[in-house]
């Protein structure tokens, strides 16, 4: 059984933004812990360092899980994310914990990766909106961090699909998972606490290139922000846009 979280927090000492990287909320998607690792093993070193807002780093988002290499540990740890006065499970434990830290902070970076083959892509929220399903007002700030991470490939639309197979779900009587707040992971939760977010999708589980997607996305995060003083990559000239 697993009792804790472990972030590791540098705040510098001028204003800045607040950036929180998470590894592991699916435990068998190490991409985004190895990726911290090195991230990590550098700022020990001080390769370089945090000059203004903070970093938090967290490799291990669902420890059980990840000491199962499984993808849960008792639930989705991405789907139904809120705090509770009743926890049940888990997931449930560990929200607890880490709701209070993404509302903490102004951008969030996940790192996943996917079980078929195919390319990183980064998956953004919606267009600024004043709907019911998903408000926003930060779009153009979280597409600009999108665009800078590595990956061209940019999938959005998330929220509203959920929300119509849950609406199927309904019409089946299939309950469960039928409320589209159930569809609220770590991002969604994020831009509901004012913040914005994406999901970069690394690779391929077992692809040995991941970690470094990860690792370089990061360091694009870092920069992007002014957080630290890390070179810049510029983004791709071209994005293929998938919905």
């Known amino acids: 059984m ?9 705040a510098g000492l001028q204003p800045g933004p607040r950036l929180i ?3 592991a909320v699916h435990g068998n998607e190490v991409a985004g812990t190895r990726g911290i690792e090195r991230v990590l093993a550098e ?3 001080g390769d370089w360092r945090v000059e203004r807002g903070a970093l938090t780093l967290l490799p291990v988002g669902n420890p059980l899980a990840y000491a199962q290499g499984t993808r849960f540990g008792e639930r989705n740890l991405n789907r139904r994310l809120l705090p509770t006065d009743t926890p049940r499970d888990n997931e449930d434990r560990i929200a607890n914990l880490l709701c209070p830290w993404l509302g ?3 951008v969030l970076l996940d790192l ?3 079980r078929s083959p195919g390319r990183p892509f980064v998956m953004r929220g919606p267009a600024d909106n004043a709907g019911a399903l ?3 007002a930060q779009a153009a700030a979280e597409g600009r961090f999108a665009a800078h991470l590595g990956p061209t490939r940019i999938v959005e ?4 699909a959920y929300a119509q197979g849950a609406a199927r779900r309904r019409a089946r009587g299939d309950i469960e998972d039928a409320d589209p707040s159930y569809g609220v992971g770590t991002t969604e939760y994020m831009r509901r606490c004012g913040g914005y977010a994406v999901t970069l999708e690394c690779g391929q589980h077992d692809d040995p290139a991941t970690p470094e997607v990860a690792y370089r996305a990061i360091r694009q995060a870092v920069a992007l922000l002014g957080l630290a003083e890390l070179p810049l990559a510029p983004p791709a000239a071209r ?3 998938l919905r």
């Open 21 to 23: 990287v998470l590894g």
């Open 43 to 45: 700022l020990d070193r």
């Open 157 to 160: 639309g998330w929220m509203s």
């Open 134 to 136: 998903e408000p926003f």
């Open 112 to 114: 996943h990766t996917f």
């Open 104 to 106: 903490a902070h102004d």
């Open 239 to 241: 994005f293929e846009r």
């Open 2 to 10: 697993t009792t804790f979280l472990r972030a590791h927090h540098f």
